[in-house]
């Protein structure tokens, strides 16, 4: 769908919240969550009976091939509590129990990369607490050593993890790019939604193959 064709579109353009940001001069792709735990029938955040989630890695994989071709920096991130009592989770915890999925050691397997999805030797990866990949972590710190202005952005949950990291790419200073990637919702729902649309994932699969790094 294309951002003129969205039902709120022209309320945005009257609001005066229709302008572009544009790409930077040095993109990263931002890896946010994926774990085994979206796409698993045993665990309670499965989404992979909804047909636009049981897609996205595929997508998502198109995307980090295409990072790697193009030299583009990639970044894994994904919730990691290591105390036996949650602790660490703080109240998020209290909010959402079923955070214990992603606890180290749990012996489950589904706090683990989807299989073909994992970082490679020499790609950063930075655990997190909380939603934003930004909250509590050195991400901002990485990205300014590499030089970094702009953030492509996709994973697990559009109305969560995914929405609390855009917010805070912005509010750093740098250009998320993530409207057009394969986020979506954790929940299988009627608002469930796949925004890995093929013609702008080949948009961004073209930005990142010729990106000069």
């Known amino acids: 769908m294309a951002p003129k064709d969205h039902g709120d579109h022209d309320n945005y353009v009257k609001s005066g919240f229709a302008g572009k940001m544009g790409w930077g001069k040095r993109p990263a792709l931002l890896l946010i969550d994926v774990c085994n735990a979206y796409w698993n029938k045993d665990s309670p955040l499965d989404t992979s009976s909804n047909p636009a989630s049981a897609a996205a890695p595929a997508s998502i994989g198109r995307l980090v091939d295409a990072a790697r071709e193009g030299k583009v920096p990639l970044i894994w991130t994904r919730v990691e509590y290591t105390e036996p009592d949650m602790s660490d989770a703080g109240v998020f915890f209290c909010k959402a129990p079923l955070l214990k999925v992603f606890q180290k050691g749990n012996e489950t397997g589904l706090e683990s990369w989807v299989p073909g999805l994992e970082p490679r030797e020499g790609e950063l990866v930075i655990p997190k607490r909380y939603p934003s ?4 972590t050195d991400l901002n710190t990485r990205l300014q050593l590499k030089g970094i202005d702009t953030l492509v952005i996709c994973g697990v949950s559009t109305s969560g993890c995914v929405r609390a990291t855009t ?3 912005m509010c750093f200073g740098y250009r998320p790019m993530v409207r057009l990637l394969g986020g979506f ?5 009627n608002g469930s939604r796949s925004l890995a649309r093929p013609a702008v994932i080949d948009h961004l699969l073209c930005m990142m193959r010729t990106s000069l790094i």
């Not at 990949?133 to 509590?136: G, L, T």
């Not at 919702?185 to 729902?189: A, Q």
């Open 133 to 136: 990949a930004f909250f509590a």
């Open 185 to 189: 919702m954790s929940r299988v729902t």
């Open 167 to 169: 917010l805070d790419t």
